[in-house]
Nanobody, 120 residues
Framework: QVQLVESGGGLMQAGGSLRLSCTAS????????MGWYRQSPGNEREPVAH???????TYFPAVKGRFTISRDNAKNTVYLEMNNLKPEDTAVYYC??????????????WGQGTQVTVSP
């Protein structure tokens, strides 16, 4: 089992910045992907960004150029630096870890979520 603990959400004015952190503990595989999703009221959970253990990153169009994902493998921690925040970034942000099994497939684990609210 894997536990994920997020921190860093809060209230920010449009144009401001916030940094989210997520630390994994437990049975974390060497081959893993850590990333962030978000969900706003009435909408489905959507991907934001993710990064492999070898630091290959992917960003989704809505945040590209404004958000930066990074990770510290020694600490099993992933970060999301969010700049130039917009009201439409308001959502609960969830951390995800995928343990990639050597034989194929993966197991997904989720954090409890942290609220990010951006005022106009």
């Amino acid at each position: 089992q894997v536990q994920l603990v997020e921190s860093g959400g809060g209230l920010m004015q449009a144009g401001g910045s916030l940094r989210l952190s997520c630390t994994a503990s437990g049975d974390v595989f060497t081959a893993n992907v850590m990333g962030w999703y978000r969900q706003s009221p009435g909408n489905e959970r959507e991907p934001v960004a993710h990064m492999t253990a070898v630091h290959t990153s992917t960003y989704f169009p809505a945040v590209k150029g404004r958000f930066t994902i990074s990770r510290d493998n020694a600490k099993n921690t992933v970060y999301l630096e969010m700049n130039n925040l917009k009201p439409e970034d308001t959502a609960v942000y969830y951390c995800q870890l995928l343990n990639v099994r050597p034989e194929g497939g993966s197991d997904a684990y989720w954090g409890q979520g942290t609220q990010v609210t951006v005022s106009p």
